[in-house]
Nanobody, 126 residues
Framework: QVQLVESGGGSVQAGDSLNISCISS????????MGWFRQTPGKEREFVAG???????SYADFVKGRYTISRDNAKNTVYLQMKNLQAEDTANYFC????????????????????WGQGTQVTVSS
């Protein structure tokens, strides 16, 4: 069974940085698009960042240059570096894997991701 396992979440102060990561057991990882989503109680899970199999990143508008998504195909791992975190960034962060072969942009729709991790909680105190 293919798994995605996130790690690195925690509690930080506003203005701090945090790096989270996600390791995949999918053998096609290097040919798959990867995405990060986040969700707070009572709200829809929303797109945060995506990365094509070719390494092209895309971000939600609210990221505003604060986050960086990257991948290491040798480790089957995708990363999300988050800087200048604010209270509104508090959420459960999920990584997801898509078989999308679009070389220019990763999917933003949850429905296009077939594999999901269990989530890692990020809490930012102001």
């Amino acid at each position: 069974q293919v798994q995605l396992v996130e790690s690195g979440g925690g509690s930080v102060q506003a203005g701090d940085s945090l790096n989270i990561s996600c390791i995949s057991s999918e053998r096609t990882f290097r040919r798959d698009a990867m995405g990060w989503f986040r969700q707070t109680p009572g709200k829809e899970r929303e797109f945060v960042a995506g990365l094509t199999w070719t390494g092209r990143p895309s971000y939600a508008d609210f990221v505003k240059g604060r986050y960086t998504i990257s991948r290491d195909n040798a480790k089957n791992t995708v990363y999300l570096q988050m800087k200048n975190l604010q209270a509104e960034d508090t959420a459960n962060y999920f990584c997801a894997e898509s078989s999308s072969q679009n070389p220019l942009i990763a999917p933003r729709s949850r429905s296009l991701y077939g594999i999901w991790g269990q989530g890692t909680q990020v809490t930012v105190s102001s």
